[in-house]
């Protein structure tokens, strides 16, 4: 029995060695994961930074941030798992029948996936064109992701919809038939005025000359924000042919301005 104890004894103190050898490799391999996610923001925002300053598409930009910002983060749980003593190897099996699995599982997401890329490689619509179909809300594009495509509608509300359904689905692009949509916005001080102003601002795009008309590029006036301070800021959505659209959106704001003070309605400057 004493002998026994005694060989406990002489175990313990390398039994202990391993133990805090092992919680350094675990906390190591924590502070890995937490540093990397926090680098991959900063590559993404970098990315994104970057690609605004050398005016690169619109379109393109916030996939290319997105796939910089997975790749460091698929490094960093790579040398994670490494840290605490797998193998790299088995960790690129493991992923990889992973993967094949959850491809398996997920594929209407991979769908998408490749429907954005294939949005971004063929370019059917660009980020501020106005595009409308059956696998797509009505509206002006604000940003294609890897999933989804970010959609404005002509009411201000943002619709998310699956690139598979825009891309499996006939599109139409207003904004490449030599047409081209316009916003104007005014902003009141008084949120009583809302409903006049809204009148008077309807009738004066309806008596636009260069202010197209129709079912789909109808023009709209509605309620942009409603400011905090108080008042109302609204807005002028509307369709002018490519050559007038650099006067119209100006005169349009004038005038709007104008016919609110006629109207009295205070409008702020």
Known sequence: MNDFFGRLFHLQPSLLVAITQNAVHVAIAVLILVIGWWISNRVGAMFAKALARTHADPTLAPMLAAMGTWAVRVLVFIAALGEVGIATA????????????????LQGTLQNIAAGLMLLLLRPFRVGDVIEGSGAAAGIVREVGLFTTRIERGDGNIVFVPNSQIWSNPVINYSCGGTQRIEVEVELTQRKDVDAAIGQLQK?????????SGTTL??????ADYPRDGGAKLRIAAWVKAPDASLAGGDLQQRAQAVLEEAGCEVAI
């Open 218 to 223: 109808a023009p709209v006036v509605s309620v």
């Open 204 to 212: 004066l795009v309806a008596d636009e000359p260069r202010v197209l």
């Open 90 to 105: 088995s960790v690129l099996a493991v992923l990889g029948a992973a993967g094949l699995a959850i491809g398996l599982a």
